[in-house]
């Protein structure tokens, strides 16, 4: 395992960054099908979340703590700096907990399993994702359910860019991917292999957001200003995994 120092990223989680709208558009789509999944749910003992990132997600997570669908809530996180400012920023709840470590050297004390992994936006980041899946698959309840998220390669706006000759590779990552610290990008066979070799079996797969053009053009036309495009680019994504920016997928024992 290479150990990185992971706040040398924490500037493609600011205000200034290029793609921050965009961003937020799929993490909140992402904490919508959390938000599904707990609502169908009485109540869950245990949920953790690797990463901490943009804290929408966890923010979510901590709304549902708050408000008694969740027992306790565990995030897991290497960098140190987003670790101790969540750690004042909910010192006050002792069924919060946030732990800095690397999510390969995590080990959860007392057996503990855990009812609800969630993984969005990870596995294109670490050095070996199949051994993450296998890992944490040990650490999940015998009916608890893994929540995956990863970009897509073959998102419509890149095979649009590949068959028109802007884009030589459709997987190559591009100077903003490395700014995030991404290592690579999956389709929807990559990541659906890369899960059932790792054990699981997928329950269910979806897209967040369709992306017909690139950020700067979406910047450019103001399609990012238009709530009502915006909503229709979220709900059509939806129903179009293979081409959505993003794919979302449930996974379970």
């Known amino acids: 395992m290479n150990k ?17 709208n965009e ?4 993490l909140t789509k992402f904490a919508s099908y959390l938000q599904s999944d707990i609502d169908k749910n009485i109540f ?5 979340s690797l990463g901490i990132g943009h804290k929408i997600v966890s923010n979510t997570i901590f709304q549902n703590v708050l408000n008694s669908k969740i027992k306790n809530y565990y995030i897991v996180d290497g960098s140190e700096t987003l670790v101790n400012e969540y750690k004042s920023k909910f010192k006050e709840f002792n069924n919060i907990h946030i732990i800095h470590s ?6 959860p004390e007392n057996n503990l399993k855990f009812d609800r992994i969630e993984m969005g936006f990870i596995l294109e980041h670490v050095d070996d994702p199949l051994f993450i899946l296998k890992k944490y698959k040990e650490y999940l309840s015998p009916n608890g359910i893994i929540h995956i998220a990863v970009p897509n390669a073959r998102s419509l706006h890149r095979l649009i860019g ?19 610290g991404h290592k690579r990008y999956y389709d929807i066979d990559t990541i659906k292999d890369q899960i059932i070799n790792a054990g699981l079996k997928i329950l269910d797969v979806k897209g967040l957001m369709l992306k017909p053009i690139t950020a700067d053009q979406m910047n450019k036309i103001g399609f990012f200003e238009n709530e009502n495009i915006i909503k ?7 129903h ?4 959505a920016n993003c794919i979302y997928l449930k996974a379970s024992l």
């Open 44 to 48: 869950i003992e245990n949920f953790i």
């Open 232 to 238: 229709a680019l979220v709900e059509i994504g939806e």
């Open 23 to 26: 961003n937020e558009i799929y």
């Open 162 to 180: 590949y068959k028109a000759g802007l884009l030589d590779d459709i997987y190559k990552l591009s100077e903003y991917d490395l700014m995030l």
């Open 4 to 20: 990185e120092n992971l706040d040398k990223y924490l500037s493609a989680y600011s205000n200034s960054f290029k793609f921050l």
């Open 240 to 243: 179009y995994p293979e081409i």
């Open 102 to 107: 690397y999510f390969e050297e995590f080990i």
